[in-house]
C-alpha cells in the first residue's frame, strides 16, 4: 500500500516520530536545572565535644562499617586515610573511659561489610618524630559522616585502618584526594578517597574544602567546620590572597613565614622571627607549631616559657598561666606566597589558642608515666624539614583548599555568634560563569548557578529539527493536494466506443507486427467456454472492426486462464506497471604491587595536574572506554511509483576519562597471608 494512501493524522504523527530523536537530542542540550541540579557543598557536623589528650580539639564523628560504629577524628588536611582506634587500643591498665577518650573502638570483625587488606606500617607523619614501626590492620568498609540520622550519605569501599598505636590518640579522618597505595597488593581501580567519591558521584562541586579547628575559648565552644566542595562565607574575612600549591604532594599547603610578631599590655610588636623568613606547611594533623629554634628561643623569653627535656614539651605552671593571661599577650604570623614579595595575610592568636592541656597517654609512647592534666604551650622545635603550623594555628585562620586549581587561601576568622551558615560552592574546572572567592583570576572559582541559555552546539541541532520538519511538512501537503486532484478527476470507461479509448486503425498485418499472435483455438463470442468473469477491454480484429475481449479466471483453476481463441495480437487500452525498488544499508585507580622490604617508606606523589618532584611515583590513572552499539533507524518514503528503505549510521564510540591522582606507597607489616 502506497504511503500517501494513509490518513494525513497518520502521516503527522509518523513524521513526528521519525523526527522526534533528533529534536529531542538538540533541546536536551540545554541545562535543566530541575531534573539534573548541580551539586552542591556538603557540611560535615562537628561532633558536640572537645577531646584529645593534647588539646582539647574539636572533632568530628563518623559512622564505619555495618551496622554502624560511631567513632571521633580529628580532619587530617595532609591525609587522605581513615585512621581509628581497633580493639587492643586500651588496655586493663587504662582508666575505664579509655574508649570515650580516644573516639571510641572500631571493630572491624563486627562489621559484615569489612574486607581486610592486611597489617602494614601507616607511615604516617614520621617527619614529625611519629615511630616509623607504628601499623595498622588495613581494610575497606563504608563510611558515612555524622552521627546517626544526620543524613548523610554512606560511601563504600573506603580505606580504614584500625591500629592500637598512642601516637594517634584520637583517629583522624584524611580529606586529601591523593590516594594510598597498599604496597604488594594489585588494588584495582574501586578505592578512590573519601573526596574524589564525593566528586565522582556528583555529591559535591569540586576538590575542594573550606576548614577551620575551632576554638574551644571563642563564643560557646565554637567547633571545628569542614566543608567539602564549597566553603562557609560565616566563619572568616576574605584576605584576597591565593596561595599555589608546592610541587611535592606531601607538603603541597606551604607558604612563606615573613614575620612573627609579640604584643601584651607593655610591648608592641616585638619581633619573635630574629633569623628571618621561613617556608612551612599547613598540617592540621600536628597539634601543635613547629618553628625554627631562633624563633622558639624568642618566644621563651617573651612568654617565659621553660623546655622540659624529659617529655619534649613546654610545660606551664598555674603561676605562669596566670601571669600570662593577665598581660594578655597576642602573636601575629604574616603570611605570604613568596618569599619576600606580594601581598600577605595576618593571622593574630591570642593567647588562650596557646593555653593547651597534656592528658592521659602523653608519655606512654616513650615510657614514660602519663602526664594528665598539665598546661602546656603547644609549639615545638623543629629542624628545616619540619616546619609545620598545626591546629593551633587554625583555631584562628579559615583555609580553603582547591587541588583542581592547585591553590588555597588562608583568611583570619570572625567570631559572630548570631551569624547564620553561608555554604558557598566552588566550581569545578570544566564549569563556566563562575567568579573567584581567592581575590585571584586564577584562582578556584564560586556559584551555584549552571548557564541558562542554549550552546550553540544547542541551537545548531534545533534549527536543523526544524528546517527539516517544515520541509517534509511542506512536501506532505503538496503529495496530498495531489492526491485530492486525481481523485477528483473522472476515470476513464474501458467499455466505452469513444476514439480514446480504440486503437489507431490499420491494417492486419501492420497490427500483426506490432502486437505478437496469441495462439489461441477458433472461437467467437456467441460460444463462450470460459466461466464468468469482470475483465473487459477491447480487441482489433483483422478486418479493422474492433470487439470487446472478456478473460475469466476460473475458481476451481486458480493458475490457469481461459480465453476465447484468437488469431489476433491483443493490446489493452490501459495498463499499469508498478516498479518496486529497495535500497538497505546495514549499517585506581590502578594499583600496581610493590616488593616491600617490611621499611615504611612514602613515594613522592605526583600531582593532580603536573608531576611531583623527581622522586614521585608516576600516579596511575583509570581509563573508561565506552563503546557505542550500533544503532539502526529506518524511514520509509514511498509514492506512486517507488518506495525506499534507508538505515541508520551507528554513534562514535565515547571517549576516555582519565584521572591522574597522587599515590602514597604503604609497607607490609607480618602478613604471611600475602603472596
Same mark, same amino acid.
Given at each position: 500500500?502506497?504511503?500517501?494512501?494513509?490518513?494525513?493524522?497518520?502521516?503527522?504523527?509518523?513524521?513526528?516520530?521519525?523526527?522526534?530523536?533528533?529534536?529531542?537530542?538538540?533541546?536536551?542540550?540545554?541545562?535543566?536545572? #530541575?531534573? =539534573?541540579?548541580?551539586?552542591?557543598?556538603?557540611?560535615? %557536623?562537628?561532633?558536640?565535644?572537645?577531646?584529645?589528650?593534647?588539646? %582539647?580539639?574539636?572533632?568530628?564523628?563518623?559512622?564505619?562499617?555495618?551496622?554502624?560504629? +560511631?567513632?571521633?577524628?580529628?580532619?587530617?588536611?595532609?591525609? /587522605?586515610? =581513615?585512621?581509628?582506634?581497633?580493639?587492643?587500643?586500651?588496655?586493663?591498665?587504662?582508666?575505664?573511659?579509655?574508649?570515650?577518650?580516644?573516639?571510641?573502638?572500631?571493630?572491624?570483625?563486627?562489621?559484615?561489610?569489612?574486607?581486610?587488606?592486611?597489617?602494614?606500617?601507616?607511615?604516617?607523619?614520621?617527619?614529625?618524630?611519629?615511630?616509623?614501626?607504628?601499623?595498622?590492620?588495613?581494610?575497606?568498609?563504608?563510611?558515612?559522616?555524622?552521627?546517626?540520622?544526620?543524613?548523610?550519605?554512606?560511601?563504600?569501599?573506603?580505606?580504614?585502618?584500625?591500629? !592500637?598505636?598512642?601516637?594517634?590518640?584520637?583517629?583522624?579522618?584524611?580529606?586529601?584526594?591523593?590516594?594510598?597505595?597498599?604496597?604488594?597488593?594489585?588494588?584495582?581501580?574501586?578505592?578512590?578517597?573519601?573526596?574524589?567519591?564525593?566528586?565522582?558521584?556528583?555529591?559535591?562541586?569540586?576538590?575542594?574544602?573550606?576548614?577551620?579547628?575551632?576554638?574551644?575559648?571563642?563564643?560557646?565552644?565554637?567547633?571545628?567546620?569542614?566543608?567539602?566542595?564549597?566553603?562557609?562565607?560565616?566563619?572568616?574575612?576574605?584576605?584576597?590572597?591565593?596561595?599555589?600549591?608546592?610541587?611535592? +604532594? +606531601?607538603?603541597?599547603?606551604?607558604?612563606?613565614?615573613?614575620?612573627?610578631?609579640? !604584643?601584651?599590655?607593655?610591648?608592641?610588636?616585638?619581633?619573635?622571627?630574629?633569623?628571618?623568613?621561613?617556608? =612551612?606547611?599547613?598540617?592540621?594533623?600536628?597539634?601543635?607549631?613547629?618553628?625554627?629554634?631562633?624563633?622558639?628561643?624568642?618566644?621563651?623569653?617573651?612568654?617565659?616559657?621553660?623546655?622540659?627535656?624529659?617529655?619534649?614539651?613546654?610545660?606551664?605552671?598555674?603561676?605562669?598561666?596566670?601571669? *600570662?593571661?593577665?598581660?594578655?599577650?597576642?602573636?601575629?604570623?604574616?603570611?605570604?606566597?613568596?618569599?619576600?614579595?606580594?601581598?600577605?595575610?595576618?593571622?593574630?592568636?591570642?593567647?588562650?589558642?596557646?593555653?593547651?592541656?597534656?592528658?592521659?597517654?602523653?608519655?606512654?609512647?616513650?615510657?614514660?608515666?602519663?602526664?594528665?592534666?598539665?598546661?602546656?604551650?603547644?609549639?615545638? #622545635?623543629?629542624?628545616?624539614?619540619?616546619? =609545620?603550623?598545626?591546629?593551633?594555628?587554625?583555631?584562628?585562620?579559615?583555609?580553603?583548599?582547591?587541588?583542581?586549581?592547585?591553590?588555597?587561601?588562608?583568611?583570619?576568622?570572625?567570631?559572630?555568634?548570631?551569624?547564620?551558615?553561608?555554604?558557598?560552592?566552588?566550581?569545578?574546572?570544566?564549569?563556566?560563569?563562575?567568579?573567584?572567592?581567592?581575590? /585571584?583570576?586564577?584562582?578556584?572559582?564560586?556559584?551555584?548557578?549552571?548557564?541558562?541559555?542554549?550552546?550553540?552546539?544547542?541551537?545548531?541541532?534545533?534549527?536543523?529539527?526544524?528546517?527539516?520538519?517544515?520541509?517534509?511538512?511542506?512536501?506532505?501537503?503538496?503529495? *496530498?493536494?495531489?492526491?485530492?486532484?486525481?481523485?477528483?478527476?473522472?476515470?476513464?470507461?474501458?467499455?466505452?466506443?469513444?476514439? /480514446?479509448?480504440?486503437?489507431?486503425?490499420?491494417?492486419?498485418?501492420?497490427?500483426?507486427?506490432?502486437?505478437?499472435?496469441?495462439?489461441?483455438?477458433?472461437?467467437?463470442?456467441?460460444?463462450?467456454?470460459?466461466?464468468?468473469?469482470?475483465?473487459?477491454?477491447?480487441?482489433?480484429?483483422?478486418?479493422?472492426?474492433?470487439?470487446? #475481449?472478456?478473460?475469466?479466471?476460473?475458481?476451481?483453476?486458480?493458475?490457469?486462464?481461459?480465453?476465447?481463441?484468437?488469431?489476433?495480437?491483443?493490446?489493452?487500452?490501459?495498463?499499469?506497471?508498478?516498479?518496486?525498488?529497495?535500497?538497505?544499508?546495514?549499517?585506581?585507580?590502578?594499583?600496581?604491587?610493590?616488593?616491600?622490604?617490611?621499611?615504611?617508606?612514602?613515594?613522592?606523589?605526583?600531582?593532580?595536574?603536573?608531576?611531583?618532584?623527581?622522586?614521585?611515583?608516576?600516579?596511575?590513572?583509570?581509563?573508561?572506554?565506552?563503546?557505542?552499539?550500533?544503532?539502526?533507524?529506518?524511514?520509509?518514503?514511498?509514492?506512486?511509483?517507488?518506495?525506499?528503505?534507508?538505515?541508520?549510521?551507528?554513534?562514535?564510540?565515547?571517549?576516555?576519562?582519565?584521572?591522574?591522582?597522587?599515590?602514597?606507597?604503604?609497607? %607490609?607489616?607480618? #602478613?604471611?597471608?600475602?603472596?
Amino acid at each position: 500500500m502506497s504511503l500517501l494512501a494513509l490518513p494525513s493524522s497518520l502521516l503527522v504523527l509518523l513524521f513526528s516520530l521519525v523526527l522526534q530523536p533528533s529534536l529531542t537530542d538538540a533541546i536536551s542540550l540545554r541545562p535543566n536545572r #530541575r531534573s =539534573t541540579p548541580a551539586p552542591q557543598p556538603l557540611s560535615f %557536623p562537628p561532633s558536640t565535644s572537645f577531646l584529645g589528650n593534647d588539646g %582539647p580539639w574539636s572533632g568530628f564523628e563518623l559512622r564505619l562499617g555495618t551496622p554502624p560504629q +560511631n567513632v571521633d577524628v580529628f580532619v587530617a588536611t595532609t591525609g /587522605s586515610e =581513615t585512621f581509628v582506634v581497633g580493639p587492643g587500643g586500651c588496655q586493663p591498665a587504662d582508666p575505664s573511659n579509655c574508649p570515650l577518650l580516644r573516639g571510641n573502638i572500631f571493630t572491624p570483625s563486627e562489621s559484615s561489610s569489612w574486607d581486610f587488606k592486611g597489617n602494614y606500617t601507616l607511615s604516617f607523619e614520621t617527619i614529625l618524630g611519629f615511630d616509623p614501626n607504628d601499623w595498622g590492620e588495613y581494610g575497606f568498609d563504608d563510611l558515612a559522616l555524622g552521627w546517626q540520622g544526620s543524613g548523610l550519605q554512606t560511601l563504600h569501599n573506603q580505606t580504614i585502618a584500625s591500629t !592500637t598505636v598512642v601516637d594517634f590518640w584520637v583517629g583522624i579522618f584524611g580529606i586529601s584526594p591523593y590516594p594510598t597505595n597498599l604496597s604488594g597488593y594489585n588494588l584495582d581501580d574501586s578505592n578512590p578517597t573519601y573526596l574524589q567519591t564525593l566528586k565522582d558521584q556528583d555529591l559535591i562541586p569540586s576538590l575542594t574544602w573550606g576548614y577551620t579547628a575551632g576554638a574551644q575559648y571563642r563564643l560557646k565552644q565554637a567547633p571545628a567546620s569542614l566543608t567539602l566542595g564549597g566553603y562557609d562565607t560565616s566563619l572568616f574575612a576574605p584576605s584576597g590572597v591565593s596561595f599555589d600549591f608546592a610541587p611535592d +604532594n +606531601n607538603a603541597d599547603l606551604s607558604l612563606w613565614v615573613q614575620s612573627i610578631t609579640y !604584643t601584651n599590655n607593655t610591648h608592641k610588636n616585638m619581633s619573635l622571627l630574629p633569623s628571618g623568613s621561613f617556608l =612551612t606547611f599547613i598540617d592540621s594533623t600536628a597539634s601543635a607549631i613547629w618553628l625554627p629554634q631562633p624563633a622558639c628561643t624568642a618566644f621563651e623569653q617573651a612568654f617565659g616559657l621553660t623546655w622540659n627535656d624529659t617529655y619534649g614539651y613546654y610545660l606551664v605552671d598555674d603561676a605562669l598561666h596566670n601571669t *600570662l593571661t593577665a598581660s594578655n599577650p597576642n602573636v601575629t604570623f604574616t603570611v605570604a606566597n613568596d618569599q619576600g614579595s606580594g601581598p600577605t595575610v595576618n593571622i593574630t592568636l591570642p593567647y588562650a589558642a596557646f593555653d593547651k592541656t597534656l592528658e592521659y597517654g602523653i608519655g606512654l609512647s616513650s615510657g614514660l608515666p602519663s602526664l594528665t592534666s598539665q598546661r602546656y604551650f603547644p609549639l615545638q #622545635r623543629a629542624n628545616s624539614s619540619q616546619y =609545620t603550623l598545626g591546629k593551633t594555628f587554625l583555631q584562628e585562620g579559615y583555609i580553603i583548599t582547591d587541588y583542581e586549581r592547585r591553590n588555597f587561601s588562608v583568611s583570619p576568622c570572625i567570631w559572630d555568634e548570631g551569624a547564620p551558615q553561608n555554604l558557598t560552592s566552588i566550581c569545578s574546572t570544566n564549569a563556566t560563569g563562575c567568579t573567584s572567592p581567592m581575590g /585571584s583570576g586564577r584562582s578556584a572559582t564560586s556559584t551555584h548557578h549552571a548557564s541558562s541559555g542554549f550552546g550553540a552546539g544547542a541551537i545548531a541541532g534545533t534549527v536543523v529539527g526544524i528546517l527539516a520538519l517544515v520541509s517534509i511538512l511542506l512536501l506532505l501537503v503538496i503529495c *496530498l493536494r495531489r492526491r485530492r486532484r486525481s481523485k477528483s478527476e473522472p476515470k476513464e470507461d474501458l467499455t466505452a466506443s469513444d476514439s /480514446s479509448c480504440q486503437p489507431d486503425p490499420g491494417t492486419a498485418e501492420e497490427v500483426q507486427q506490432t502486437h505478437p499472435l496469441a495462439t489461441e483455438l477458433e472461437g467467437d463470442f456467441n460460444h463462450v467456454v470460459e466461466m464468468r468473469g469482470s475483465l473487459a477491454f477491447p480487441v482489433q480484429l483483422a478486418d479493422g472492426t474492433t470487439k470487446l #475481449r472478456i478473460d475469466y479466471y476460473g475458481e476451481d483453476h486458480q493458475d490457469e486462464v481461459h480465453e476465447l481463441p484468437a488469431e489476433l495480437g491483443m493490446q489493452r487500452a490501459s495498463s499499469r506497471a508498478i516498479n518496486r525498488s529497495r535500497n538497505s544499508s546495514g549499517n585506581g585507580r590502578h594499583r600496581s604491587r610493590h616488593d616491600s622490604t617490611g621499611q615504611g617508606s612514602v613515594s613522592n606523589v605526583s600531582e593532580l595536574s603536573s608531576d611531583g618532584d623527581t622522586s614521585a611515583a608516576t600516579r596511575p590513572t583509570v581509563s573508561h572506554q565506552r563503546q557505542a552499539s550500533d544503532q539502526s533507524d529506518t524511514s520509509r518514503v514511498s509514492d506512486l511509483s517507488s518506495r525506499v528503505d534507508g538505515a541508520g549510521v551507528p554513534s562514535p564510540a565515547g571517549e576516555q576519562s582519565p584521572m591522574t591522582p597522587g599515590s602514597r606507597v604503604m609497607s %607490609p607489616v607480618d #602478613r604471611p597471608e600475602l603472596e
